[in-house]
């Protein structure tokens, strides 16, 4: 079965600080992706990549930077966090075909103080 | 834009009584639907999927029926089980066709 690990699984931060997620997929999938879920909203895509130093904009980028370096890393970086990115972050890898199930990792879960 | 729309946050039932859980969805192309599982504490999973109107697909007892006429992808279990107790988010596959829309989830609980 595909393999998504993430690291840290917990965090908490101060507001302002800097919070950097690991994700690394182990399938040989060009894309992964990061969602943030809150209660209330499901799971809102932040952003995806299809490749080594490519990065795709999602739906909710705002204060969020990401970081493709190799077909099996991606970053998800917060500059200077804020409580309203208190959340439950996933990332997730796909083959990138029409049809594909994107396979998800346990998550992490960032509190931001 | 494409959307997804889940009417129900919680739907609350016993054991060996049948659910439906609703989806809707909004879209300029040809949809590709999905339904994902999330139990307490895990990640979601795949539960199942289509992009065929007016065919069922079944997987692990559920069932659903993409109906592009009504633009719905409805999921459905004849008798619930305990173990059926999760988070349910039906999702479409984005106009890029990469990416997935998710619709904002449906927790069920399932009692004795």
């Known amino acids: 079965e595909a393999a998504v690990t993430q690291s840290p699984r917990n965090k908490v931060t101060v507001t302002g600080g800097n919070v950097t997620l690991s994700c690394r997929q182990t399938?040989?999938?060009?894309?992964m992706y990061w969602y943030r879920q809150d209660t209330g909203h499901g799971l809102r895509l932040i952003h995806y990549?299809?490749?080594?130093?490519?990065?795709q904009i999602g739906d909710v980028p705002d204060g969020y930077k990401a970081t493709r370096t190799t077909q099996e890393d991606f970053f998800l970086l917060l500059e200077l966090a804020s409580p309203s990115q208190t959340s439950l972050y996933f990332c997730?890898?796909?083959?990138?075909?029409?049809?594909?199930?994107?396979?998800f990792g346990p998550g992490t879960r960032l509190t931001v103080l | 834009g494409d959307s997804v729309t889940q009417t129900e946050g919680l739907v609350t039932l016993t054991k060996g009584l049948p659910v439906m859980l609703n989806c809707t969805y909004q879209?300029?192309?040809?949809?590709?639907l999905f339904w994902y599982v999330q139990h307490l504490n895990e990640a979601p999973k795949l539960l199942l999927k289509s992009s065929t109107d007016n065919k069922r697909t079944e997987h692990q007892g559920f069932y659903a029926t993409l109906h592009k006429s009504s633009s719905s992808f409805h999921l459905q279990k004849s008798s619930v089980q305990l173990s059926d107790s999760a988070l349910y988010f039906c999702a479409l596959r984005d106009q890029g066709g990469r990416a997935l829309i998710f619709g904002t989830g449906t927790t069920v609980s399932v009692s004795p």
């Open positions: 997730a890898s796909s083959d990138g075909t029409d049809y594909a199930e994107q396979f």
């Open positions: 399938n040989s999938h060009n894309y």
């Open positions: 879209t300029t192309y040809s949809p590709f």
């Open positions: 990549s299809y490749g080594a130093g490519n990065l």
